[in-house]
């Protein structure tokens, strides 16, 4: 199966920047799915930017202008660019990929927004 390995949370001011990190390794149909998900305590995982293998995007109206999803094919890697953070954004971030052979899930990132 697919392995996803997240690198790049923290601690961070409101206002401030962070970018996550997700590497994936293993067998990776070309056409596939990259996305972010977000969990706080006692709340549901809900999707926040996904993005396909041709690059389309889509992204939660939560998030809109403030973060931004890419990916390198090359290094089977996917980021999540965060800008202009609020404290409602503090939850545990999972990195997913989706195929028609994997729907796989990273270990999770914690994002702390707090001054």
């Known amino acids: 199966q697919v392995h996803l390995v997240e690198s790049g949370g923290g601690l961070v001011q409101p206002g401030g920047s962070l970018r996550l990190s997700c590497a994936a390794s293993?067998?990776?149909?070309?056409?596939?799915?990259f996305a972010w998900y977000r969990q706080a305590p006692g709340k549901q995982r809900d999707l926040v930017a996904a993005?396909?293998?041709?690059?389309?995007?889509n992204y939660a109206d939560s998030v809109k202008g403030r973060f931004t999803i890419s990916r390198d094919n090359a290094k089977n890697t996917v980021y999540l660019q965060m800008n202009s953070l609020k404290p409602e954004d503090t939850a545990i971030y999972y990195c997913?990929?989706?195929?028609?052979?994997?729907?796989?899930w990273g270990q999770g990132a914690q994002v702390t927004v707090s001054s």
């Open positions: 293993g067998s990776i149909p070309s056409i596939n799915d």
């Open positions: 997913n990929l989706r195929s028609r052979l994997w729907n796989s």
């Open positions: 993005i396909a293998s041709i690059g389309r995007t």
